[in-house]
């Protein structure tokens, strides 16, 4: 998906220049890295509330159109209103194309429904992680990364290196050894404990049992009589 933001260039600075901006409707940012200084920008905010509820917008590299000049960047930072629906600030980071960039990708868990774990035993699939720190070329960077449970029994795990990864794409942490559990499938308490009933339940002889194993101790009795 390519999205693109649309930004002016802030001149003025400070927090009293940044209050007035808010209250007219624009959010104030910054973009910097690469080879040029850091350029502070203003955004209209509600463009930008709506892009920020796009899955993508937070793992792509975005298009930055400051005033018809556009450059890449990476979302890095927002700070939201403890409590109102407005964003304070945001930050973006330029990149440069033969750079490997680190970014957190979310994680798309899909067969869930039919994983053996899920269909046979009444399991419930726990994601441990919802998503994923890697390390890329800008080109290869992925919106997200699929993890595939269909094959996945009870009390089984997967790990980071049991994923699929696009080509390109690297795990930090596997690179240092850490294995991290991704997802898992847990038996709910309760039908572990029906579970456990059931069994204990067919251990103990019904009613009916009962007086079928007492008529046929009497017809033995009986047979020993005769005798």
Do not use: W
């Amino acid at each position: 998906m390519q999205i693109e933001v649309s930004a002016e260039k802030r001149e003025l600075q400070g927090k009293g220049a940044s209050r007035r901006l808010r209250g007219s409707g624009k959010v104030p940012g910054i973009i910097y890295g690469g080879e040029n200084p850091a350029q502070p920008i203003e955004l209209d905010h509600n463009d930008l509330y709506h892009q920020l509820k796009l899955e993508a917008f937070h793992a792509s590299i975005l298009t930055m159109s400051v005033e018809g000049q556009k450059e890449k960047v990476l979302l890095r930072d927002i700070q939201m209103h403890p409590f109102k629906l407005q964003v304070l600030h945001i930050d973006f980071q330029r990149v440069a194309s033969n750079k490997k960039i680190h970014m957190k990708v979310p994680l798309h868990f899909i067969n869930e429904d039919i994983a053996p774990g899920v269909k046979l035993a009444g399991g419930l699939v726990s994601r441990v992680l919802t998503e994923l720190d890697v390390s890329c070329l800008p080109k290869d960077l992925p919106e997200f990364i699929s993890v595939d449970v269909g094959e996945l029994a009870a009390g089984n795990t997967i790990h980071l290196s049991n994923l699929q990864l696009p080509e390109g794409v690297e795990i930090p942490s596997l690179i240092k050894g850490e294995d991290l559990p991704v997802a898992t499938i847990a038996i709910p308490r309760a039908v572990a404990a029906e579970e456990a009933a059931g069994i204990a339940a067919g251990d103990v002889p019904t009613s009916v049992q009962k007086k079928e194993g007492v008529a046929k101790e009497g017809e033995k009795k009986d047979a020993g009589k005769k005798k």
